[in-house]
């Protein structure tokens, strides 16, 4: 007997609506009885990528918009063998119908993790719930979703029938899950029952109306499309200029993460310009390394300032700021000990999320060394040890552990942080490195959830000296500002692994300063001179800026820096002396090493010596070039005469040696978005 869970708590969602020229749909059953499977995942993959997704209702009908292409569909449903179906073709304006069997049988080998263990009531959560089977649905004299769930106690319908209210509460802050997998009240589509007829569906008359736009306008049959997403990112008010005269202080923390960088990379992947929220031009910045001097003096980092002209605004110059952490070979590191706690809820099924995590963990476990040992925490509804901490040398139990799990319930994020941290210290190495790595689509629902409670969880925790490192999957529904968040306040760093190319880059050649902090609570202060500089703006790191005061506030927490890792700042001036020996600024530094508590200083002084910006340096060019396109996707009031073509021609004439081809990668990217752009506005 199925059973069918609906678990109802207070969040708000917004979705954006999304269209396209065709559609995939059909029904899903159990090929013995022909059963129709409630709530199965479906996936559609194009040419390895992720294209779209959705579920079965509770008729096994599926209905879900795509391009015109080849697809490749996944079906996953609990308690049957995922079946996938290549060589889809999908053409312009049509509906192609996949009727699909399931055929049963269970891996009693897998490891899976339920939420259905959660008690109804509970001090600790803010969620209610109950359950209905599936010989109550057939019952029921309708196969809609939410005149299901309002039968269940305090629950009710709305006037139209689409959505449910929890005893008056709002429609739209209400959230309900079906086998672990969310339906909100908002989402886009809801599913809600069977799709109508393909000749009656209201989405393909909207279609139809956008191809009859194509051919009219004669744009090419790939435009820029809004995105189908639950994703939630924090509002960045950009830095303004300031005048020094009212404040010659600007101070912020140090940033490593380049998360917006690589989901930024995503969404031009699938044409789609990415939220502007969702652009953080110092990750971005940071996501690149620089050819900047290892420190001396037994220093952690060195510390390279160079002053240019400013490419988007020739009455402005840019002062570049690069620090560069010591290197450090894996070699003659101190041992690991390492904890994985992963999210493996009903909503890490996608094909890039729980399926890429594995592979991404299964490559840092190949590199890591025999002495070394890790653990894996993992959580959905409820948190639980899979793996005790065990040394890397017994890898094939490792890797049998990770390869085990399966997704399933939802999502009790606050407990797995809880315990994964109660491992670590267990095994806790005084002289070594003790670090957790959370990954996760963000999507917490089930205790401590909301961003603040998280926040002071993680602040608490990392009084422990156990590093975090946070690794965000997946696409539509990402909460990209809990993860942040979470390395923000946890002495941690912040990736996002949209493939197997990434996790390479994380995993192999950055895998020292991805696991070894060599410097913690790093802060930056400028002091402008008020009489040589008019104005300045620090380019991105508004989530980061500090007070004055907290500069020499040894208690003020600030970011790490990885052995190996570059860190590089870009401020915008207006520079009113013409001497080159008149002082501009001071630059100063405060940063602690891992295993101490008190600051160590260090000052810099910049004068007024600007180069040309075809005397500067690669590391100036590429940075002002990776600058400039970040405020175009923000579309910032500050982008000057920035454009596309300006920035590839930065980016052309300083990508250096490029080892690894990040650069062109880059290039590539603005490109591509270069002709969406010019394809959207025809």
């Known amino acids: 007997m199925k059973i069918i869970y609906l678990i109802l708590g207070l969040v708000l969602l917004s979705s954006t609506p999304a269209f396209s020229l065709s559609n995939v749909y059909g029904k899903i059953t159990d090929e013995e009885t022909g059963e129709e499977l409630l709530y199965a995942n479906i996936v559609l993959n194009r040419n390895g990528v992720f294209a779209a ?117 709002r429609p739209d802050a209400t959230d309900y899950y079906i086998d672990g997998n969310r339906i909100s009240n908002n989402s886009n ?26 051919k009219k306008d004669n744009l090419p049959k790939t435009p820029i499309v809004p995105v189908l997403t639950q994703e939630e990112y924090t509002t960045i008010v950009e830095n303004d200029f300031i005048d020094p005269k009212k404040n010659n202080f600007s101070t912020f923390s140090i940033d490593v993460d380049n998360a917006s960088y690589s989901n930024m990379r995503r969404y031009i992947a699938h044409n789609q310009t990415p939220p502007r929220a969702a652009v953080r031009v110092e990750e971005m910045i940071n996501y690149f390394n620089y050819d900047y001097p290892q420190p001396e003096d037994k220093k952690p980092f060195s510390i390279t300032t160079e002053l240019g002209e400013c490419p988007w605004n020739d009455d402005h110059k840019l002062l570049h700021i690069g620090l560069q952490g010591e290197d450090l070979r894996l070699e003659n590191a101190t041992p690991n000990n390492l904890v994985f706690l992963l999210d493996v809820s009903g909503s890490m099924r996608s094909a890039n999320k729980l399926p890429l995590l594995k592979k991404s963990f299964s490559l840092l476990i190949d590199q890591l060394r025999n002495e070394d040992r890790i653990a894996i925490v993992v959580y959905a509804g409820a948190a639980g040890l899979v793996l005790p901490s065990t040394p890397v040398k017994e890898k094939s139990t490792i890797l049998e552990a990770l390869n085990k799990l399966k997704s399933g319930g939802s ?23 003790n670090r957790v790595i959370l990954a996760t689509d963000g999507d917490f629902n089930v205790g401590t959830s909301g961003i603040k409670d998280l926040e002071k969880l993680i602040e608490e925790k990392r009084k422990s000296d156990v590093y975090l490192t946070v690794l965000g999957f997946g696409m539509g529904n990402l909460k990209d500002n809990k993860l942040e968040t979470l390395a923000d306040k946890g002495n941690g760093h912040y990736a996002y692994i949209d493939n197997m190319a990434e996790a390479k880059k994380l995993f192999i050649e950055e895998l020292v300063g991805t696991l070894y902090t060599i410097a913690k609570d790093v802060k930056i202060q400028l002091v402008f001179n ?23 506030d040894d208690k003020k927490d600030a970011g790490e820096l990885g052995a190996g890792h570059t860190v590089t700042a870009i401020y915008e001036l207006e520079i009113k002396s013409k001497k080159s020996t008149a002082e501009l600024m001071d630059v100063k530094l405060r940063y602690k090493f891992p295993k101490e508590d008190q600051s160590r200083f260090i000052k810099k002084i910049v004068t007024n010596q600007i180069s040309k910006t075809n005397h500067t340096s690669d590391n100036f060019r590429w940075s002002a070039a990776v600058a400039a396109f970040g405020m175009i996707l923000k579309d910032s009031k500050y982008k000057g005469d920035a454009d596309c073509a300006m920035v590839s021609k930065l980016g052309n004439n300083s990508k250096g040696q490029d080892a690894h ?7 590539d990217l603005v490109s591509k978005y270069e002709t969406m752009t010019l394809t959207s506005q025809k």
Do not use: C
């Not at 292409?69 to 053409?91: A, F």
């Open 53 to 169: 997704g959705g579920h079965t209702d509770f008729e096994g009908n599926y209905s879900i918009p795509v391009d015109p292409g080849t697809y490749e569909m996944k079906i996953s449903y609990s308690g049957y063998p995922d079946r996938v179906i290549s060589g889809i073709i999908v053409k312009i304006d049509d509906s192609t119908k996949l009727d699909i069997a399931m055929t049963q049988g269970i891996n009693l080998q897998s490891v899976v993790v339920t939420a259905y263990k959660v008690p109804l009531i509970s001090q600790e959560q803010t969620t209610s719930g109950g359950t209905i089977t599936s010989d109550q649905i057939k019952s029921l004299p309708t196969k809609n979703v939410s005149a299901a769930a309002a039968t269940t106690t305090g629950l009710s319908q709305t006037d139209e029938g689409s959505s449910v209210t929890v005893r008056g509460s």
């Open 189 to 214: 589509p809801p599913v809600k029952s069977a799709p109508p007829s393909p000749k009656n569906n209201e989405v393909l008359k909207t279609q139809k109306a956008l191809k009859n736009k194509i």
């Open 411 to 433: 999502t009790a994020g606050g407990q797995g942080i809880k315990l994964a941290y109660k491992v670590a210290l267990d095994n806790f190495l005084k002289d070594g490195n």
């Open 530 to 552: 008020k009489k040589n500089v008019k104005s300045y703006r620090l380019i991105g790191y508004e989530n980061r800026l500090l007070a004055k005061e907290d500069f020499d």
């Open 661 to 667: 081809k990040y650069r062109k990668e880059f290039l």
